[in-house]
């Protein structure tokens, strides 16, 4: 269908326009209505969370007893991101083998650590745990396996990450290794 083009208004039509709409005045422009003032934001949440701290705190989800005494190990390679680390700390890796430190000297330690790693390399095992103990019968120094195994891994490049373990594996006394596959 042809579109036609509007019909063109002459003379005698506009004046007819104008004669049939009368005068024709401006209007006075309409300001917009006052807009009421915003009240001051209020922390409602804030409230709501301080008022129930103390309740939070009879009720304990938790042991106290089971919590950890002892310094964290936690260690990640330059070049991987975070989240690998705290998934490991979560405990969200399955681990596939472990090694138990206790009773052995730190030249022991060292062999039997050393030794585990090229077998889980060979093996192809990504997730393993070490078990070095607490180290509450050490002296001064502070416990020896558990820093001999912190220093250890550190150096290792097959070393992606470790983290202590979570507390049913051994918490502040063992540390779960991820390995490069």
């Known amino acids: 269908m042809k579109r036609r083009s ?5 003379d005698d039509d506009s004046r007819l326009f104008r004669e049939a709409i009368g005068e024709v005045r401006q209007l006075d422009p309409v300001l917009p209505p006052p807009t009421a003032a ?8 804030l409230e709501a969370d301080e008022a129930a701290v103390p309740g939070d705190l009879l009720d304990m989800a938790f042991d106290p007893a089971l919590l950890e ?3 964290e190990l936690g260690y990640l390679r330059d070049g991987y991101p975070p989240k690998l680390l705290r998934q490991l700390k979560r405990g969200q890796f399955s681990v596939q083998d472990d090694l138990d430190l206790h009773q052995m000297n730190a030249a022991a330690a ?9 077998e889980a390399k060979q093996r192809g095992l990504r997730c393993i745990r ?5 180290g509450l019968r050490s002296r001064a120094a502070g ?8 220093r250890l891994l550190r150096r290792r490049d097959d070393v992606i990450a470790f983290a202590s ?16 596959g």
């Open 130 to 134: 070490i078990v070095h103990g607490k």
């Open 165 to 180: 373990a979570r507390p049913a594996l051994g918490g502040t006394g063992a540390v779960v290794v991820l390995l490069k």
């Open 6 to 10: 509007p019909a063109r208004i002459t």
């Open 38 to 45: 915003k009240p001051a934001p209020h922390p409602h949440m």
């Open 110 to 118: 060292q062999a039997s650590i050393v030794a585990f790693l090229a």
């Open 143 to 150: 416990p020896v396996l558990k820093g001999l195994t912190d």
């Open 69 to 71: 005494v002892g310094e």
